[in-house]
T-cell receptor, first 114, second 113 residues
Framework: NAGVTQTPKFRILKIGQSMTLQCTQDMNHNYMYWYRQDPGMGLKLIYYSVGAGITDKGEVPNGYNVSRSTTEDFPLRLELAAPSQTSVYFC?????????????FGPGTRLTVL | SQKIEQNSEALNIQEGKTATLTCNYTNYSPAYLQWYRQDPGRGPVFLLLIRENEKEKRKERLKVTFDTTLKQSLFHITASQPADSATYLCAWASGAGSYQLTFGKGTKLSVIP
């Protein structure tokens, strides 16, 4: 099993550009999450999904969109990139509710917006 | 609102000693508290989960305690090794109606040979 994979690993965007961060898991997990991690800060939840077709906002959703058309994939869309979105983005998945179960994280995408 | 704080940004410890990391919370007791390890440039890796009604959990050289009176969780690594050097994150979740884990900022542990 590859676990949770994310692409790309690194990306530099110009202000106002858009991009999609890809996330795929092969563990047949229903629950998937997107976090961002800024230097010296804890992980902040952006969006989460409890199954295909169902998504909801986390703590910091502004400037992002998600979709979940399959169990495996949970892409994160950045529209009109801003310098404040410079961060490391992690995708995670869990078999059951994240609060009571292990979350498996991907390797992250380091995004810089200039 | 609920806050979770990890007391130290960094902790240096001699190899072979026990490392103790602290996670404090305010207000109500979290239903679940998890500990993760994060190496530079990598995603967090789950280590241990402890529930509100549990006082202690162990896994090999790792031990987590949960003291609802002190509003604190302690994470211990016994017989620490240089390979234990990493950032350790605690994360809490409330019990009812919440899918969210809230993460602390982490404590960077350095085990000195």
């Amino acid at each position: 099993n590859a676990g949770v994979t994310q692409t790309p690993k690194f990306r530099i965007l110009k202000i106002g550009q858009s991009m999609t961060l890809q996330c795929t898991q092969d563990m047949n997990h229903n629950y998937m999450y997107w976090y961002r991690q800024d230097p010296g800060m804890g992980l902040k939840l952006i969006y989460y999904s409890v199954g295909a077709g169902i998504t909801d906002k986390g703590e910091v959703p502004n400037g992002y969109n998600v979709s979940r058309s399959t169990t495996e994939d949970f892409p994160l869309r950045l529209e009109l990139a801003a310098p404040s979105q410079t961060s490391v983005y992690f995708c995670a998945s869990s078999y059951s509710l994240g609060r009571a179960d292990t979350q498996y994280f991907g390797p992250g995408t380091r995004l810089t917006v200039l | 609102s609920q806050k979770i704080e990890q007391n130290s940004e960094a902790l240096n410890i001699q190899e072979g000693k026990t490392a103790t990391l602290t996670c404090n919370y305010t207000n109500y007791s979290p239903a679940y508290l998890q500990w993760y390890r994060q190496d530079p440039g990598r995603g967090p890796v789950f280590l241990l989960l402890i529930r509100e009604n549990e006082k202690e959990k162990r896994k090999e050289r790792l031990k987590v305690t949960f003291d609802t009176t002190l509003k604190q969780s302690l994470f211990h690594i016994t017989a620490s090794q240089p390979a234990d050097s990493a950032t350790y994150l605690c994360a809490w979740a409330s019990g009812a109606g919440s899918y969210q884990l809230t993460f602390g900022k982490g404590t960077k542990l350095s085990v000195i040979p």
